[in-house]
């Protein structure tokens, strides 16, 4: 300890004893004039302890008790603090919400207050209990108990503990006053000199910042050793929190100084850098980049404002404020977007033409479009693009159609697919006012690829989703409008951009689930798949080469019989497109390349035949429908459009029952209601002239019929297999045989009209495909539908346009060759039954 502060504790001890002194003479003489009985006076806060010299205030409501208390009792009141944490609120409280323990106090000075409220300078003497109430209405009265502090020191054996537990009590108090502003230099003194153990043990608690009802409970604490004990833990338990305190606030400063730190750091680089003469300040660099940039952009007014004004705003923000990061983001967007730079497209039409051909074989109709638009470019430069979409089965190329087209017109290309998409943010972008907003795919694939007329490509649109966020095929109605798109707006940007310049590319597999208003914009071209011829060329021009490059073989080495590649087409990829049929060439090029290394051949030779492919491809996954060639009576081939392509149905119908008023019909083959109802009116009109055909009234009337569908696990659908259904019906009927070279498409109406139906090129591509088929049935409207139809796949087959259904039932019952073998069978049973 340094002379200093003993020369001080040593004056404040004599100080202290002579104060001591006087104030013991003092309390004694209170302490002989405390009254019988007191006033008391509830009291929030927290408690007061004896041998205190404080003011308190004291409430309005409570002044005329106090005014009484100094009259009647000469200074002296009670102060029992409320049991609640909060004031009930009423003015004549009641005994129930007091404390029974409290402190008797004198009242030195009054100082009256303009709210009616006192404030009084006290000494708190004594403790006392409340033996009995004697008024309660608006005064408390009680008859108190006073309780002085016995003498700790009187019981050497006492003496001793309680002597431990005042030095580990103020051990404990010099620990916690370490960090604790509460306890000052004077408060410390306080207590080292502090004779009574009892005192001691209440200033402590006074000072300390725990609960009230803790406090009281010190108060009502009568014996001064366990007074000391519960004090003890109080101590403890704030060192506890003092400690944790001092953790999280070392944590912070700790966070605080690194960020001062850096402050400092970047600040004394900025005068390095200045003084090196080295860039300044980044934000005046940034500031300077966008005024540069925006001298040299051609953009309307509206545009140009905008960026000035966001250029002004960031030179007023702080670099570490996240408005500047926001505003800098955004403008980073707006000068990032082509604004007017546009990318000069191919006029040599004859290079565009080879292009087109040597990527792809085929599609005459996409090439044709895309020469026409690229006539039109070089006629009338300032013609806006169009929206195209391209509607086909899975692989038949309509994405890789896209990239021929932007090479073709040597313009940047760029997808993205809008499969599953279902917010309108993805579209149209997010407004500036959310976190993390970010423009939409159209804007963000303009700033990558950098000019404002690329061939942007819209996979999968008939695969657009709906939820809360949007409708995001609703969004797209802007952008693919070329009326409105010259000044879409972009919920980010929220200024006006030229998109009328983009060649829009769309893809679908279907157009059933493109809204119409948004189908409206779009130029369809169908790419209805190939047939065999179109696939043996295809295959040996492209895809053979491009696998055997794929898997490290010369192609010169490698070769695959035509009629492997039918075996394959045929037996293992009978889809329209080629991707399947892509995978089983992969399949055998990977199989070689690993039968090459696993031999070590240096040199190899490899011709794939049709007795080889069960080696690579195991056995084939189609085989031939022997319903489709061997019909019997009651069948009919008919058919079908599905997103897959083209696609033939075997329509079946047998006699059940002949059992009297039975005459109905059963459907199976998982109809949907469309066709379920084609059956119903089929099942109708034959009923109706059944008997024109040779067929007795009665049969329909006493028969149970049971008409399916093979395939049952294929959702079936369409309006277009009305006729189908009624020649099997009918077939039936009259126990005959149809020919099996023909197939027939077409929706009936309830008096024998043959109605017109969609999709006639995919459904002759997939007649063609079977290899049977000689004579397809098509309604007369859909006649001139045949133009679309490559001559390629016309060859062989021959159209019957047909306005009534009798002229399908006279073409396939009186003109059959097999009628006379199925008559001939059945005479021949008739005799030997007889016999």
Known sequence: ??????????????????????????VSILEDKLPSRLIIIPVMGKPLFPGLYA?????????DAVNKAIAENDGFLGLNLYIADTYSGNKSPSVDEIYKVGVVVKVFKKLNLPDGGLNLLINSIRRYKVMK????????????????????????????????????LLSEVKSLSENNPLFTEEMRLTMVNVDDPGKLADFVTSMLNVERASQQEILETFDIQERLEKVHLLLQKEKEISAIQQKIQGSINSKVQKQQREYFL????????????????????????????????DVVEEVRERMENEIEKISTIDTHSPEYTVSKNYLDTLFALPWNNEKKEREDISKSKKILDRDHYGLEDVKERIYEFLAVRKLNPDKKSSILCFVG??????????????????RPFFRFSLGGMRDEAEIKGHRRTYIGAMSGKVIEALKIVKVKNPVLMLDEIDKLGTSFQGDPS??????????????????????????????????????????RPLLDRMEVIRLSGYILEEKLKIASKYIIPRQAKAHGLNIKNINFTNKAISKIIDGYAREAGVRNFERRIERICRKVAADIVENNKKTYNITIDEKDLEKY?????FTEDFTERDLRAGNSIGLAWTSMGGATLTIESIKVSEKKDSGNIQVTGQLGDVMSESVEIAYSYVKSVAKDYDVKDAYFNDAMIHLHIPEGATPKDGPSAG??????????????????????????????????????????????????????????????????IPDNVKKGITFHPVKDVREVFDFMFKLNKLNKSENKKEAKSSKKNKK
């Open 55 to 63: 003011p308190f205030p004291i409430p309005p409501h409570h002044a």
């Open 617 to 621: 491809l195991k056995k084939p996954i």
């Open 474 to 515: 609703s969004a797209l109605l802007e952008v693919l409008d070329p009326e409105q798109n010259s000044s879409f707006r972009d919920h980010y940007l929220d200024l006006p951009f030229d998109l009328s310049n983009i060649l829009f590319i769309t893809t679908a597999n279907t157009l059933d689930t493109i809204p």
């Open 1 to 26: 300890m340094s002379e200093k502060l003993k020369d001080k504790l040593d004056n404040k001890k004599n100080n202290d004893d002579k104060s001591k002194k006087n104030e013991d003479n003092e």
């Open 723 to 788: 006729i189908t259904m009624a020649t099997a019906l009918l077939s039936l009927a009259m126990n005959k045989v149809i020919r099996n070279d023909t197939a027939m498409t077409g929706e009936l109406s309830l008096n024998g009209k043959v109605l017109p139906i969609g999709g006639l090129k995919e459904k002759t591509i997939a007649a063609k495909r079977l290899g049977f088929i000689k004579h397809i049935i098509i309604p007369f409207e859909n006649t001139r539908d045949l133009d679309e």
């Open 266 to 297: 970047k600040e004394q680089l900025k005068e390095i850098k200045k003084e090196l003469g080295y860039d300044t300040d980044p934000k005046q660099k940034d500031i300077e980049k966008y005024k540069k940039a925006l001298e040299q952009l």
């Open 393 to 410: 089965p899975p692989g038949v190329g309509k994405t890789s159609i896209g990239k021929s087209i932007a090479e073709a017109l040597d």
């Open 133 to 168: 109430y004697v008024t309660t209405d608006t005064v408390i009265r009680a008859e108190p108990l006073y309780i002085p502090d016995i003498d700790p020191f009187r019981n050497e054996k006492e003496a001793k503990e309680i002597k431990a537990y005042i030095r580990a």
